[in-house]
């Protein structure tokens, strides 16, 4: 892990209460398996089909070696609720591309939006980016309205190969600037954690 992109302890914001985000580690493999292997998340996800969890070990092995990947998860109190990636971090262009789920949707219901804005918020402080860039699957209309109401702009469609280039499919992809995060950002926080001070 590069320790400049991931946070040593538990990160957070002065709005965001007991809602925190922290490095993926060896210690919460079982947990995000479990998440992971639930219909509804692998119906979002760009993979085709189950994996086993040796592969999902071998996953983590993998990108835990890759300095352009920042792999967190969040949380709120003592309970684990989700997951957020930040892959093809680029420190010369200062862009990334940003992804996320809960758990277990139902149960995290109204984390969506915060663990969106703390993450957000940790993009563009933490690691230094300037553009965050997002894609979702044409039929998946949850995630399109998602990064629609966290302010994100569309930006067109792709086809992208699924791994093992046995299907391609269709992505809508979207992008957030510095500038438009510095615009909504206080709005988001008080949307979502209702704070007052959104410093």
Known sequence: ????????????????????????SVDDLE?????????????????LGPITFAEHVEWFRRISSRPTQCHLVYGCGDESLGVVSFKAIDDVQRTCEW?????????????????GTL??????SHIAIDTVRAQALE??????????AMGFHETGSVMKARPGG???????????????WDGIREGLIRRYFGAGSAS
């Open 31 to 47: 947990l995000v398996f479990g998440w992971r292997s639930s219909e509804a998340i692998q119906a979002s996800m760009f993979t």
């Open 99 to 115: 992804g996320l789920y809960l758990g277990n949707p139902i149960r995290s219901k109204g984390h969506g939006g915060r663990m």
């Open 139 to 148: 039929s998946n209309n949850a995630s399109i309205g998602y990064h629609a």
């Open 119 to 124: 993450s957000l918020d940790f993009a563009f």
């Open 1 to 24: 892990m590069v320790a400049r992109k991931h946070p040593e302890n538990r990160w957070t914001a002065p709005y965001a209460g007991v809602c925190w985000l922290t490095a993926l």
């Open 166 to 180: 046995r299907a391609e499919i269709s992505l809508r992809t979207f992008e957030m600037t510095r500038a438009q």
